[in-house]
């Protein structure tokens, strides 16, 4: 396997290059939005630093026995933390665990590795320990942080981190690799990259056909004929949303997308739109649009968010977006 990741030669080709010459530093920080490839890059790269026989660019040949007990996760020398517990942080006692980790050599590997995913959800305690760890690192180890962006990891990290940005891919690479991996053209495959907002891993994973019909509802509630009915539509739609937690952050990130693209066809026209072909509600959204009812359903989209992310409940939440986007 050589890196899995596409269309990031910014990122790997330097990696390889420090491969290749011994030159790893003892840790790296990996950004990019959720769904770019950072875990898996930090995974090959725990591959490629063990692996048996390198491919010339010096990334994992994915077929010995190191490079095998890498990709099912059961190699010795490859310790992930992942934030845990309902506050979603990496505790203290998972750094003492490291660091107690640290101080043993490699079991059957050149290098341990360490991946710490989220590293912005490091308290100021556990960041704080796992900076003496990067301050005096053990030889034979390497630590890989991962985080969607840089902003909201402790500068004291940033700055003994190499610093990798995974860039968002195009539209273009995204439907390639939909068609090729998924045989995926058309409206829908325009609807998964455009939602997947250059990230490959949301576009591989979702269900075309759930996708589609969220799109599809959006499109009937805001293409009804009257406010009563536009309403009822909305409602029904937040119904079939309750119960089901992945539903939710799905359907804002398909409101975002439908109100973005629509906000493009007012400006710029089709030819600008990246998702599927206009939608009839979506041309006579376009075309009504003004400065202030544009500005009414971005506020009305960023208060929806954030009361949900205060576990204000789901009904209310959407019946005041709703209310508020609908009179925009
Ligand atoms: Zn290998």
Redesign the pocket.
Same mark, same amino acid.
């Given at each position: 396997m050589p890196w899995s990741l596409i269309g990031a030669e910014n990122v790997t080709s330097p990696l390889s290059a420090m491969i290749r010459g011994r030159r790893l530093p003892h840790a790296l920080l990996l950004t990019g939005p959720r769904g770019c490839g950072k875990n898996t890059l930090a995974r090959d790269l725990a591959?490629a630093l063990n #692996?048996?026989?390198?491919l010339p660019d010096g990334s994992?040949?994915?077929?010995?026995l190191? #490079?095998n007990k890498i990709i099912k996760d059961i190699h010795p020398d490859l310790k992930t933390l992942i934030p845990s517990g309902r506050s979603r942080q990496i505790k203290m006692e998972d750094i003492q665990i490291l660091r107690s980790e640290m101080g043993f050599r490699p079991y059957e590997g050149r290098m341990k590795i360490f991946i710490i995913r989220e590293a912005n959800r490091l308290t100021n305690d556990s960041g704080n320990a796992l900076l003496k760890t990067l301050e005096e690192p053990p030889p034979d180890s390497v630590m890989v942080l991962t985080s969607a962006s840089e902003a909201e990891v402790m500068p004291t990290i940033l700055s003994r981190c190499l610093r990798l940005r995974i860039p968002p891919l195009s539209q273009e690479t995204i439907l390639s690799a939909l068609a090729e991996k998924r045989g995926l053209t058309g409206p829908d495959a325009r609807l998964l990259a455009a939602l997947s907002a250059g990230a490959l891993g949301p576009a591989l994973e979702l269900a075309p056909e759930v996708v589609r019909s969220g799109w599809d509802a959006l499109n009937g509630i805001l293409g009804a004929s009257s406010a009563p009915a536009r309403l009822e539509k909305a409602w029904q739609w937040v119904k079939s949303l309750s119960g089901d937690e992945d539903a939710v952050p799905q359907a804002l990130n398909l409101m975002r997308l439908w109100w973005r693209e629509t906000m493009r066809l007012a400006a710029a026209g089709p030819a600008a739109l990246e998702g599927p072909p206009p939608s009839d509600a979506q041309t006579i959204w376009a075309a009504r649009l003004t400065p202030a009812s544009i500005e009414t359903v971005n506020r009305a989209q960023a208060r929806l968010e954030d009361s949900l992310s205060r576990f204000v409940k789901l009904e209310l939440a959407f019946e005041n977006y709703w209310l508020k986007v609908l009179s925009a």
């Amino acid at each position: 396997m050589p890196w899995s990741l596409i269309g990031a030669e910014n990122v790997t080709s330097p990696l390889s290059a420090m491969i290749r010459g011994r030159r790893l530093p003892h840790a790296l920080l990996l950004t990019g939005p959720r769904g770019c490839g950072k875990n898996t890059l930090a995974r090959d790269l725990a591959a490629a630093l063990n #692996c048996a026989s390198p491919l010339p660019d010096g990334s994992p040949c994915g077929e010995c026995l190191s #490079c095998n007990k890498i990709i099912k996760d059961i190699h010795p020398d490859l310790k992930t933390l992942i934030p845990s517990g309902r506050s979603r942080q990496i505790k203290m006692e998972d750094i003492q665990i490291l660091r107690s980790e640290m101080g043993f050599r490699p079991y059957e590997g050149r290098m341990k590795i360490f991946i710490i995913r989220e590293a912005n959800r490091l308290t100021n305690d556990s960041g704080n320990a796992l900076l003496k760890t990067l301050e005096e690192p053990p030889p034979d180890s390497v630590m890989v942080l991962t985080s969607a962006s840089e902003a909201e990891v402790m500068p004291t990290i940033l700055s003994r981190c190499l610093r990798l940005r995974i860039p968002p891919l195009s539209q273009e690479t995204i439907l390639s690799a939909l068609a090729e991996k998924r045989g995926l053209t058309g409206p829908d495959a325009r609807l998964l990259a455009a939602l997947s907002a250059g990230a490959l891993g949301p576009a591989l994973e979702l269900a075309p056909e759930v996708v589609r019909s969220g799109w599809d509802a959006l499109n009937g509630i805001l293409g009804a004929s009257s406010a009563p009915a536009r309403l009822e539509k909305a409602w029904q739609w937040v119904k079939s949303l309750s119960g089901d937690e992945d539903a939710v952050p799905q359907a804002l990130n398909l409101m975002r997308l439908w109100w973005r693209e629509t906000m493009r066809l007012a400006a710029a026209g089709p030819a600008a739109l990246e998702g599927p072909p206009p939608s009839d509600a979506q041309t006579i959204w376009a075309a009504r649009l003004t400065p202030a009812s544009i500005e009414t359903v971005n506020r009305a989209q960023a208060r929806l968010e954030d009361s949900l992310s205060r576990f204000v409940k789901l009904e209310l939440a959407f019946e005041n977006y709703w209310l508020k986007v609908l009179s925009a």
